[in-house]
């Protein structure tokens, strides 16, 4: 299991952290934020695939930024899994 560190652009935030095995995603937290929505999501994608997460939370946008949390969590997964193949 590899662990990784994200730092979401245009998001309340900080940072996500997650671990990933092959294309399997747990462990999900993000620093910063509101606290219980976060928490929520980071309980429902817990052994989730990359595929998996992006097609649920790609492309959702919050109070008009043109993206959210979520989308910024299949963004950082996404990464990483580029990453892992590089």
């Known amino acids: 299991m590899q662990h990784f560190e994200y730092k979401p652009r245009g998001v309340c935030p900080a940072r996500i952290s997650f671990d990933m095995e092959?294309?399997?995603v747990h462990n999900?937290?993000?620093?910063?934020?509101c606290d219980?929505?976060?928490?929520?999501?980071?309980?429902?994608?817990e052994g989730m695939s990359v595929s998996q997460?992006?097609?649920y939370f790609?492309?959702?946008s919050c109070g008009g930024k043109g993206t959210s949390c979520s989308d910024q969590l299949?963004?950082?997964?996404?990464?990483?899994?580029?990453?892992?193949k590089a």
Not at 38 to 44: E, G, M, P, T
Not at 74 to 84: G, I, L, M, P, S
Request: proline share 0%; net charge neutral; with cysteine.
């Open 58 to 60: 790609k492309g959702i």
């Open 36 to 45: 219980g929505n976060l928490q929520a999501i980071s309980r429902v994608v």
């Open 28 to 33: 999900v937290s993000f620093l910063g934020g």
């Open 74 to 84: 299949a963004a950082a997964v996404r990464a990483a899994c580029e990453n892992q």
């Open 53 to 55: 997460i992006e097609g």
């Open 22 to 24: 092959g294309e399997i």
